[in-house]
């Protein structure tokens, strides 16, 4: 059971540059979101869905996109890397509906650096 | 959402109890209280979470006061280990719309000393 998944761990983008970081978990949890978290700071919801086809904004969506077209898999996208992109990623599930009072599982990171 | 104050740090000496208070007086009657840790730069991990009632598993025991307006997550017996910021966390129950976002405060960094 491999959990919360993300691909890649580290990536070094130049600013305007676009990529896609991948988050799969094979839990089938309805919930998934995305975090980021610069240096010594907390971390700040981009997004979140509550099911396949269903997203929504977090606290910081502004320069990412993403989609939910399956349960296991939640990619967020950036279109135009910029510095202030530099951060940590951080992906996390949890069942949802009437069974939302369960702990959120959180993936291991992927470290971006834009140049 | 109802909003939470932690302390920004604490000690505690290894092998003592560690008591990390948390503030949620704007909390309402379908929402949870939920206790995370993030040990240095790993994803955060799940502790321990409690509608009313106090609660306790492997990892810690939580106390919510009568009226819900705070909480205090206890490790009985910290260890260097258990070094880490602990964020505490107020979220909807299942069938909210809210219930799949959960927001972090700052929380609080819990320094375990030898």
């Known amino acids: 059971n491999a959990g919360v998944t993300q691909t890649p761990k580290f990536q070094v983008l130049k600013t305007g540059q676009s990529m896609t970081l991948q988050c799969a978990q094979d839990m089938n949890h309805e919930y998934m979101s995305w975090y980021r978290q610069d240096p010594g700071m907390g971390l700040r919801l981009i997004h979140y869905s509550v099911g396949a086809g269903i997203t929504d904004q977090g606290e910081v969506p502004n320069g990412y996109n993403v989609s939910r077209s399956t349960t296991e898999d939640f990619p967020l996208r950036l279109l135009s890397a910029a510095p202030s992109q530099t951060s940590v990623y951080f992906c996390?599930?949890?069942?949802?509906?009437?069974?939302?009072?369960?702990?959120?599982?959180f993936g291991s990171g992927t470290r971006l650096t834009v140049v | 959402d109802a909003k939470t104050t932690q302390p920004p740090s604490m000690d505690c000496a290894e092998g003592r109890a560690a008591n990390l208070p948390c503030n949620h007086s704007?909390?309402?009657?379908?929402?949870?209280v939920y206790w995370y840790r993030q040990i240095h730069s790993q994803g955060p991990q799940y502790i321990i979470h409690?509608?009313?009632n106090n609660e306790t598993n492997e990892m810690a025991s939580l106390i919510i006061t009568e009226d819900r307006k705070s909480s205090t997550l206890i490790l009985p017996h910290a260890t260097l280990r258990d070094t880490a910021v602990y964020y505490c966390i107020v979220r909807p129950r299942g069938g909210s719309s809210n219930t799949g976002k959960l927001i972090f405060g700052q929380g609080t960094t819990l320094q375990v000393k030898p």
């Open positions: 996390a599930s949890t069942v949802g509906g009437g069974q939302g009072a369960v702990g959120y599982t």
């Open positions: 409690g509608l009313k």
């Open positions: 704007t909390i309402s009657g379908n929402e949870y």
